[in-house]
């Protein structure tokens, strides 16, 4: 996505288009696959601008928040935020059964959240990076704030 510094044009920004979008409803109107500046709207001194990265690829974003979108998950996550753990022991802080909690790694490894570290026959899980941790700690309290 690019800065934008300011809007002057109130004239159609692409071909076709009967005017400028003033809502991110208008954005059905750009071609197929399109990106970019969709239209600006004065109000008063400040100009807003309206971009649309539509060729974004998101499904990466999207499969990470399915990932997330289990409160055990979350659980788990917290857990895990604050150093590595069995199976074993996520069970016992967590309150969920061991093959609950294998299934709910799994799901998590596979979305690259956690990583596992063997040793003999024992595994320790840890976060995969301190990124996942900001997302569940931002998640909970924009939750919390209500």
């Not at 692409?14 to 197929?32: E, F, I, N, V």
């Not at 596979?110 to 990583?115: F, G, I, K, T």
Request: charged share 20%.
């Amino acid at each position: 996505m690019r800065y934008i510094e300011s809007c002057e044009s109130f004239e159609p920004l692409w071909p076709g288009a009967s005017g400028p979008a003033r809502s991110l409803s208008d954005a059905a109107t750009l071609p197929q696959g399109g990106a970019g500046l969709i239209g600006a709207h004065r109000s008063s001194r400040i100009h807003i601008c309206l971009y649309i990265g539509m060729s974004e690829n998101l499904e990466p974003a999207a499969e990470l928040f399915k990932a997330l979108s289990s409160a055990s998950r979350l659980k788990l996550l917290r857990i895990l935020a604050q150093g590595s753990s069995t199976v074993g022991h996520l069970a016992e802080q967590s309150g969920l059964s061991q093959p609950l909690v294998s299934q709910h790694l799994r799901t998590l490894r596979s979305a690259r959240l956690v990583s596992v570290q063997r040793t003999g026959r024992e595994a320790h899980y840890e976060v995969a990076d301190s990124h996942v941790t900001h997302i569940v700690d931002d998640a909970v309290k924009h939750a919390l704030e209500g």
